[in-house]
C-alpha cells in the first residue's frame, strides 16, 4: 500500500456536519478559522516506542492514549477540543495495526468532537506525535503562572494506578491480575478530563495536568506563580487498586507515579462549592490536597501535620 493509499484509507473520514476545519486533510495546510472573542490553545505530546509504551502494545488503546494526553494538555488550560494533526513514524504498513489504531484514535477524538485535520507520514521507528487545537474565550484559560498565596490546592480523580500497573509490567513486583488489569486500565486507557477543565473556568486560578508526577507537575506552578506549596499526603486520593498495598508505595505512586492524566488545580477558599458544583456537573470527584503558601518548595505533611520524609522524584527523560 503506498503512503497516500494508507493516508486515504486509514486516517481520511467522509465529512461530517460538526467538522470546523474549513479545509482539511489533502492540501499544504488545513485551513481553520478563528471564531470571534477566543482564543487558539495548541500543545504537542509524542508518544515514542519503549519510552511511552512497549513494542507490542495495543494498536487500538495507543491511538486512543496518543489522542488522550494531547486532550488533558486542553483540558488543563480549560479550553474546548477544535482539531488536531498527527505525525505518524512508521516501521512498516501493517494494515491490521493501522486499523485499529485509528479506530482507538477517532472514538476518543469523536467524543470530544475533534477532527483530525492533517499530519505527516513516515517511515521509521513506531513514533506518534499530535499537535491539538482548542479554544477558550479570551483571557479565560487556566495557567500555571496564576494561583495565588491561600488558594487550595484540588487534584482529580485517583492517582498513582498507571504507576502501579507500569511497575508490574516492569516485574518491580507482582501483582494479582485482578488488581493489574485494574491498574492498567489507568495505563492504557487515561480519560482526559475535559469536561472538568471547561467547568473550572472562571472558578480555578491555576491548573495543570499530571504526565509526570503530582509533586513535579505541581512544581510547575509553584515556581511559574512564585510561591510555595503544603500538601497533605494522607488526602491523596490513591486509585483502589493502589488501596491495598503497602503506605510507602502508596504514597510514592500518588506523588510521583507518573501517567495519571488528573487535572491539579488552585482555587481561592471562597470557590469550594463552586469547585464542588463543576466537579459534580463534570460527573469527576475533586480531592483538596493542600494549600498554596508563600515559602518556595513543597512541604509534604500526614493528617497529624507531622513532615513526611520520603525521597520522591517525578518523570524526567533525561534524569
Ligand atoms: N522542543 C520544544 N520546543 C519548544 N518548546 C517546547 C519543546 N518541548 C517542550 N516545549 C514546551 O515546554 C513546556 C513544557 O513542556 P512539557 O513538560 O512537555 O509540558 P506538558 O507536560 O504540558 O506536555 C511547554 O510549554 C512546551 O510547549
Ligand atoms: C514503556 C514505558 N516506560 C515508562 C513509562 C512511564 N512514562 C513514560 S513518559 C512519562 C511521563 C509523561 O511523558 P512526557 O513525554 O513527559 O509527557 P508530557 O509531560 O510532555 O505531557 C511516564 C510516566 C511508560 N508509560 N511506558
Ligand atoms: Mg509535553
Known amino acids: 500500500m503506498s503512503e497516500f493509499d494508507l493516508i486515504a484509507h486509514y486516517f481520511v473520514r467522509?465529512?461530517?456536519?460538526?467538522?470546523?476545519?474549513?479545509?482539511?486533510?489533502?492540501?499544504?495546510?488545513?485551513l481553520l478559522l478563528q471564531q470571534d472573542g477566543m482564543q487558539t490553545a495548541i500543545s504537542s505530546d509524542m508518544l515514542v516506542e519503549d519510552r511511552h509504551f512497549f513494542a507490542g502494545a495495543d494498536a487500538y488503546k495507543l491511538g486512543h492514549k496518543s489522542l488522550a494526553v494531547n486532550l488533558s494538555d486542553l483540558a488543563?488550560?480549560?479550553?474546548?477540543?477544535?482539531?488536531?494533526?498527527l505525525a505518524l513514524s512508521l516501521p512498516s504498513a501493517d494494515e491490521p495495526w493501522l486499523a485499529n489504531f485509528s479506530a482507538g484514535l477517532f472514538a476518543l477524538a469523536d467524543q470530544h468532537n475533534c477532527e483530525l485535520i492533517g499530519g505527516d507520514t513516515t517511515k521509521g521507528p513506531l513514533n506518534i506525535c499530535i499537535t491539538i487545537f482548542g479554544q477558550a474565550p479570551i483571557g479565560t484559560a487556566l495557567r500555571r503562572d496564576t494561583a495565588q498565596i491561600g488558594d487550595d490546592i484540588w487534584v482529580s480523580g485517583t492517582l498513582g494506578e498507571a504507576r502501579l500497573a507500569l511497575g508490574a509490567m516492569r516485574k518491580e513486583y507482582e501483582l494479582d491480575i485482578a488488581t493489574l488489569s485494574a491498574a492498567a486500565v489507568r495505563l492504557y486507557t487515561p480519560q482526559p478530563r475535559v469536561?472538568?477543565?471547561?467547568?473550572?473556568?472562571?472558578?480555578?486560578?491555576?491548573?495543570?495536568?499530571?504526565?509526570?508526577?503530582?509533586?513535579?507537575?505541581l512544581g510547575h506552578i509553584l515556581k511559574k506563580s512564585?510561591?510555595?506549596?503544603?500538601?497533605?499526603?494522607?488526602?491523596?486520593?490513591?486509585?483502589?487498586?493502589?488501596?491495598?498495598?503497602?503506605?510507602?508505595?502508596?504514597r510514592r505512586f500518588t506523588l510521583a507515579g507518573g501517567d495519571d492524566y488528573e487535572l491539579c488545580f488552585t482555587a481561592p477558599v471562597s470557590k469550594r462549592e463552586a469547585v464542588l458544583g463543576a466537579a459534580l456537573a463534570a460527573d469527576t470527584n475533586v480531592t483538596r490536597i493542600g494549600v498554596i503558601d508563600e515559602a518556595p518548595g513543597t512541604r509534604l505533611l500526614d493528617r497529624d501535620g507531622q513532615p513526611v520524609?520520603?525521597?520522591i522524584a517525578s518523570f524526567d527523560h533525561f534524569a
Open 309 to 311: 520524609d520520603l525521597k
Open 14 to 30: 467522509p465529512a461530517h456536519p460538526k467538522n470546523r476545519a474549513t479545509l482539511g486533510i489533502g492540501d499544504d495546510c488545513a
Open 226 to 250: 512564585g510561591v510555595g506549596a503544603t500538601l497533605n499526603v494522607d488526602a491523596l486520593p490513591a486509585g483502589a487498586a493502589l488501596q491495598n498495598q503497602p503506605k510507602e508505595l502508596r
Open 195 to 217: 469536561t472538568l477543565g471547561l467547568a473550572l473556568r472562571g472558578i480555578a486560578h491555576s491548573a495543570l495536568d499530571i504526565s509526570d508526577g503530582l509533586v513535579g507537575d
Open 76 to 85: 488543563a488550560m480549560g479550553a474546548e477540543p477544535v482539531a488536531f494533526t
